[in-house]
């Protein structure tokens, strides 16, 4: 089985930053693509940013230019730098990973989340 782990969630002023990140463990061939999301009270969740294999990446439009996702291969890690946050990007962070399986099986996976708050 495998287990996606968040951390590096918190409070932070705005104009702050924070550095998330998702450790994947399990018996994982590869992982193809991992993403974040977050979902905010009262609203959908949303996806934040992307990264390949290949470490190709995309963003939300909300974020462009001031978060940025990052991944380590070795230790099968993804980050979300997060600098000049704003009270509107507080949310619940949640890792995503799809992942190519020893059995042959491709499966997505959740973590379970992490909390940021940003403050006035």
């Known amino acids: 089985q495998v287990q996606l782990v968040e951390s590096g969630g918190g409070l932070v002023e705005a104009g702050g930053s924070l550095r998330l990140s998702c450790a994947a463990s399990g018996s994982i061939l590869s992982i193809n693509v991992m993403g974040w999301y977050r979902q905010a009270p009262g609203k959908e969740r949303e996806l934040v940013a992307t990264?390949?294999?290949?470490?190709?990446?995309t963003y939300a439009d909300s974020v462009k230019g001031r978060f940025t996702i990052s991944r380590d291969n070795v230790n099968n890690t993804m980050y979300l730098q997060m600098n000049s946050l704003k009270p509107e990007d507080t949310a619940v962070y949640y890792c995503y990973a799809y992942v190519s399986l020893y059995s042959g099986s491709f499966r997505g996976y959740w973590g379970q989340g992490t909390q940021v708050t940003v403050s006035s």
């Open positions: 990264i390949t294999s290949g470490i190709r990446t």
